[in-house]
């Protein structure tokens, strides 16, 4: 199978710190990953899609300062949510696309934010 | 641009009640159409798709038929389990993206 795990689960911060939050595929090379915001009784939301070694493409509307996003690897993706403010507050989910397969995306768990 | 509106939940049944979670998309052109499914703790996985009008995705006892006509694509299944009991969510896939559009999602929860 091809499993993605996101690590936290969830958090808790005070307002104005950082959080950074990893997305790893376990058994495949994700030359893709995608970035998902879903705020309560919402659909996910696209924040933004990184290629490894490239920067990422970020969707109208998302900071990118605000939300950094690095893909060193074919492994790995991380998100950093900046001087985090409460209405930052939510689920964060990433996908990653294997290699040339097309459509499929494998999704991680999720990670719940709540910013005090 | 596109868009999936799915019912509203949490839709609440006994086990093996009949299921169905109504779906539909605004899309231009003939986009592929998906549900995902969300257990407690894990990530999305996808339960079944169709491509193209009048096909029939299923997997798992669920199914739904593309409907071009009435652009719908209604999730059904005859006798549902406790361990059904997650988020159901609708998706469609446009042209030549491999980003789908998301509905919001549907809870599920079944009583035994």
């Known amino acids: 199978g091809a499993v993605v795990s996101q690590h936290p689960s969830w958090v808790i911060c005070k307002s104005g710190t950082s959080v950074k939050i990893e997305c790893r595929s376990l058994d495949f090379q994700a030359t893709t990953m995608f970035w998902y915001r879903q705020f309560p009784k919402q659909s996910l939301m696209l924040m933004a899609t990184?290629?490894?070694?490239?920067?990422?493409?970020?969707e109208q509307g998302v900071e990118k300062d605000k939300f950094l996003i690095n893909h060193a690897s074919l492994t790995l993706s991380t998100l950093t949510v900046t001087s985090a403010h409460p209405e930052d507050s939510s689920f964060y989910i990433c996908?990653?696309?294997?290699?040339?397969?097309?459509?499929?995306?494998?999704f991680g768990p999720g990670t719940r934010l709540l910013v005090l | 641009g596109d868009s999936v509106t799915q019912m509203e939940g949490p839709v609440t049944l006994s086990e093996e009640a009949f299921l169905t979670i109504n779906c539909t998309y605004t899309a231009t052109g003939y986009p592929s159409l998906f549900w995902y499914v969300q257990y407690p703790g894990e990530g999305l996985q996808l339960l079944l798709k169709?491509?193209?009008?009048?096909d029939k995705g299923s997997n798992k006892g669920f199914e739904a038929t593309y409907r071009k006509e009435t652009t719908s694509f209604h999730l059904e299944k005859g006798s549902v389990q406790v361990s059904d009991s997650a988020v159901y969510f609708c998706a469609l896939r446009s042209g030549g993206s491999y980003i789908p559009t998301f509905g919001r999602g549907t809870s599920l929860i079944v009583h035994p």
């Open positions: 990184s290629n490894e070694g490239s920067k990422a493409t970020y």
């Open positions: 169709a491509t193209k009008a009048d």
């Open positions: 996908s990653a696309r294997r290699g040339a397969e097309g459509e499929t995306q494998y």
